[in-house]
């Protein structure tokens, strides 16, 4: 048996939420639209003469991803055609960008390692096919809502390590469109689509494979991490029966837990890309990249970075915290007003991640304040009290007390339990502890 | 008949009553019955009457225009005489077609051109060949030859063409017309049927320059719908009529080309006009128009693989086997210039030797203000001769094609008449980029002071 190492790059497709599409004034919002085919014109059906105007934002905010992602950007880029048949491509190609991404050679550190972006570039969507049955015949239908909404595609180096690293990378992509405020990234709908690129090389080896399985159409973080996993376990066992595993998409089946081919590329495919002549080329300068970089809002590095230095938050509970910017925003609320009523934003942290206490996203912060000042605050009950309650308990759980002097010491919290809840009071629970600890004895020694 | 009359001179006649709309379409009407074998028109405006009476206060006042097949017409079946195309009838109207409409234009009909604008014959249209109106033994040129002739039959009152390499000019030369090809991104190519993306550009082919001129002052000027479109402010084209061309330095391109030597006894004599009229004339050494074609072949092809990648049967009714002859052998060459492997000696090459040509015509206007030369090697040609060639068009477009690649403009005058075939010469008169103005004053003054146009000159119709 070898003992191989992954190697793994993504290329993630995200669709911009910009008002309008790529290259035509639609609405952008497939998703939302009521009926097919109502967000359409002359372009975006690729009707004869339609001709692409490229959208400003969209270009603007896939800058601000690569500036993002920590990218150099193409002062001089431009768009090219994609040509190849399909039934939801009505131009018969696809404008994309090949040799000129708008940006290049960034980075997204990740818990479990630094991964390279190689490009980030713009294009369009495609329309998108239902196959159904209409009048008891098989039918295909095309609806172009979705039709030229823009796309960013964001490519990495092979430097993915592990499954569970693809999937704190892909999160970590997530959480930075979302922070920008330039994408849904909702998986369920296609808004956000994850592709891996995956094979082994024996541990040591530093040459690239001389093959790859791409991985396609997985639409959550976990199928991916599931995916990639099981992609290693098979393609070694193909390499250690001596076979080099097939060039080919495969997608997740998870009734099944397993990878399964969806199709088999023979050949590389030849897009004949050539810059598409119907948009002018685009020339930025760097007073224009530094306007956008001074725009970027605060990204979560450096949220969590500051919520540390800030609120003494620990890297774990921060994590949880900034996966939705939303929740974000709202825990800092919270914390700021923490500190001007002294009470630790950690334990605040501490209180929300392990959910302690019953609050929505959105309550007021004085209303999550005063559940977590709760918390801690206990009435004032006596020991006599609380060892009467006990007592009761340990009479009426004999059994539990005989598990616990055989050593059984689980039982414990389930005494702790009923004791608070017969007190039907908020007791400090080392008081409690400590009282029961006492009976338990006592019990002992009458026997 | 009244159709006979210039697009200006209709409309002074029109403005002071002199003639109604209704004499006007019928006299119209009963000239397309006559010409009707000339097949000149794919599909007829049978509203034109109707939409002509609403026009009463527009800058047109409803006179006929002619719009090539490859412009998209709102409710008016659009094919760039392709089959393909058949029952195409578009929900949307080109910039230009309405820009036109809301100056008052009425669109009478759509004209027939080289199946998806792919030729300079005309011969290559699915509807039939259109006959030059001059001589119907022989051809009209094309691609727009459907417009020239219409002009040059009186069956509109002026025409809207488009051009790739040549395909206002060179049809306007065999049929006697003026053509102006203005510069790339002067004109809006929005709606109309794309051919090469690069190079496309519509204008007027029209009985005078002036009338030229007018045309282009409704059409021109920036589209937010078309990103080549240039924000560059249009002149008033009309005011560069009846201009001055004393002091002007014109160079004479392309005369030592072989094959040349009959045509260069009658065009030379003509261009003794320009000196009368204080123009300094001189020849001029220009890059060889030969690699111009060779540019424009595989750039053309390239971008025409691509463009017509939307027609694969899915919509539009009729699928690919309906592409013609001339269009399957462009989608292979440029599916071929393109390929991997293959683009950079092919496509990625023409496009460095069209940047030379920027070059080179940036020389020469560094010397020159104007460049003048014949727009077509030769008379118009006998009708089936497109069918032996297929290089036909880039020999035929071979002295216009280095200014098309390059984007710049030029229009197209009679400059010579054969009184035994009926048949004429065009000159070309070219200009730096955005200076259509200038090309107008000196095409204006050479047409005003010479026999050959039909319509100056009534005696030769």
Redesign the interface.
């Known amino acids: 048996m070898t003992a191989y190492q992954l190697v793994c790059g993504m290329e993630v497709h995200a669709e911009l939420k910009t008002a309008s599409k790529m290259f035509c004034g639609c609405k952008n919002d497939p998703f939302h639209a009521a009926q097919p085919n109502i967000y359409t014109c ?2 975006c059906l ?9 959208n400003k934002k969209a270009i603007e905010w896939t800058i601000k991803l690569g500036l993002a992602l920590n990218c150099k950007i193409h002062l001089f880029s431009h768009f090219d ?1 994609k ?1 190849y ?1 399909y ?1 939801d491509l ?4 696809q404008i994309s960008q090949y040799d000129q991404p708008l940006c290049y050679d960034g980075n997204l550190e990740t818990e479990y390692g630094t991964v390279r972006i190689r490009r980030i570039h713009l294009e369009e969507d495609t329309a998108k096919l239902q196959h159904k049955t209409v009048n008891g015949k098989q039918v295909s239908l ?1 609806d172009f809502n979705r039709s030229s909404v823009p796309l960013v595609e964001v490519v990495t180096e092979p430097d993915i390590i592990s499954p569970v690293h693809a999937k704190a990378y892909c999160k970590s992509l997530r959480q930075i469109l979302r922070f920008l405020d330039i994408a849904d990234c909702d998986m369920e709908q296609g808004g956000m689509r994850l592709e891996a690129n995956v094979s082994l090389r024996s541990a040591g080896q530093t040459e690239l494979p001389s093959y790859k399985t791409e991985l396609k159409n997985i639409n959550s973080f976990r199928f991916m991490e599931k995916a990639v996993a099981y992609e290693m376990e098979r393609q070694a066992h193909e390499l250690d029966t001596g076979q080099t595993p097939i060039q080919e998409t495969r997608g997740w089946n998870d009734a099944k837990g397993e990878t399964f081919s969806q199709r088999v590329k023979e050949d590389a495919e ?1 897009y ?3 810059p ?5 080329p685009l020339h930025f300068t760097e007073e224009d990249i530094n306007k956008i970089d001074s725009e970027l809002p605060e990204l979560p590095a450096q949220l969590k970075a500051r919520w540390r230095t800030a609120y003494d938050i620990e890297p774990k509970y921060a994590e949880v915290l900034t996966e939705e910017k939303e929740t974000a925003e709202w825990v800092e609320h919270i914390f700021a007003l923490a500190k001007t009523q002294h009470v630790l934003p950690a334990t605040v942290a501490n209180a929300l991640v392990n959910k302690k206490i019953a609050v929505q996203i959105g309550d007021a912060p004085s209303t999550v304040l005063a559940a977590v000042v709760q918390l801690s605050q206990t009435d004032d009950v006596s020991d006599a009290q609380i060892s009467e309650v006990v007592q009761i308990v340990l009479a009426e759980n004999p059994a539990l007390v005989e598990q616990y002097m055989a050593g059984k010491t689980q039982v414990f919290g389930f005494l702790m339990g009923q004791t608070q809840k017969k007190l039907g009071k908020k007791v400090n629970p080392q008081q409690v502890r400590a009282m029961i600890e006492i009976q338990l004895q006592l019990y002992n020694h009458k026997k | 008949m009244l159709n006979s009359l210039t697009l200006t001179d209709t409309l002074q006649k029109l403005k002071n009553k002199e003639l109604s709309i209704a004499e006007l379409y019928a006299d119209l009407r009963a000239s397309l019955k006559v010409h009707a074998d000339l097949n000149v028109y794919v599909t007829l405006n049978e509203q034109m009457e109707n939409d002509a009476e609403q026009q009463a206060n527009t800058p047109f006042l409803g006179v006929p225009i002619a719009v090539k097949d490859n412009f998209c017409t709102q409710n008016l079946r659009t094919t760039a005489s392709s089959t393909v195309l058949d029952n195409f009838i578009p929900q949307f109207d080109s910039t230009v077609t309405k820009r036109l409409k809301k100056a008052g234009g009425v669109i009478i009909g759509k004209t027939n051109l080289d199946a998806w604008a792919h030729g300079s014959s005309t011969e290559t249209s699915q509807y039939g060949r259109t006959l030059n109106p001059r001589n119907p033994e022989h051809l009209p040129g094309g691609s727009s030859g459907g417009s020239a002739a219409a002009v040059a039959a009186d069956l509109c009152i002026a025409a809207l063409g488009s051009e790739t390499a040549g395909s206002i000019r060179q049809p306007s030369a065999w049929c006697g017309t003026v053509g102006l090809k203005p510069t790339y991104g002067r004109v809006s190519r929005y709606g109309v049927v794309s051919m090469a993306s690069s190079t496309d550009c519509p204008g007027p082919i029209t009985k005078t320059v002036e009338d030229a001129a007018l045309l282009l002052n409704h059409i021109a000027g920036n589209d937010p719908y078309d990103a080549t479109s240039s924000p560059t402010p249009i002149d008033d084209y009309t005011a560069a009529v009846g201009a001055s061309i004393k002091g002007l330095k014109i160079g004479v391109i392309y005369m030592d080309i072989e094959g040349l030597a009959t045509l260069k006894g009658l065009f030379e004599p003509q261009l003794k006009v320009f000196e009368e009229l204080g123009a300094h004339v001189e020849y001029a050494q220009a890059m060889d128009p030969h690699q111009a074609v060779g540019v424009y072949t595989v750039v053309q092809r390239s971008e025409v693989s691509s463009n017509l990648a939307r027609y694969d049967g899915i919509r539009y009714g009729n699928d690919r086997s309906f592409f013609g002859t001339e269009a399957k052998r462009r989608i292979m060459l440029g599916t071929y210039t393109l390929s991997k492997g293959y683009a950079d000696q092919y496509y990625l090459l023409a496009q460095k030797v069209r940047t030379l040509f920027i070059e080179d015509y940036k020389r020469l206007f560094r010397t020159y203000d104007v460049l003048v030369s014949l727009t077509s090697p030769g008379f118009a040609k006998k009708i089936g001769a497109s069918e032996a060639s297929a290089m036909f068009g880039e020999l035929e477009d071979m002295l216009i094609e280095p200014s098309s690649i390059t984007g710049l403009p030029g229009i197209n005058v009679p400059c010579y008449h054969d009184s035994t075939t009926n048949l004429y010469l065009g000159m070309n008169i070219m200009t730096p980029m955005w200076h259509e103005s200038r090309a107008i004053s000196v095409a204006d003054a050479f047409e005003k002071h010479t026999p050959w146009n039909a319509w100056r000159n009534r005696k030769r119709v």
């Open positions: 002359p372009v690729g009707m004869p003469g339609g001709l692409p105007v490229a055609r040509n048949f039934p009505p131009k018969g190609y095309i030849d004949r890309y050539f598409d002549p119907d948009l002018p």
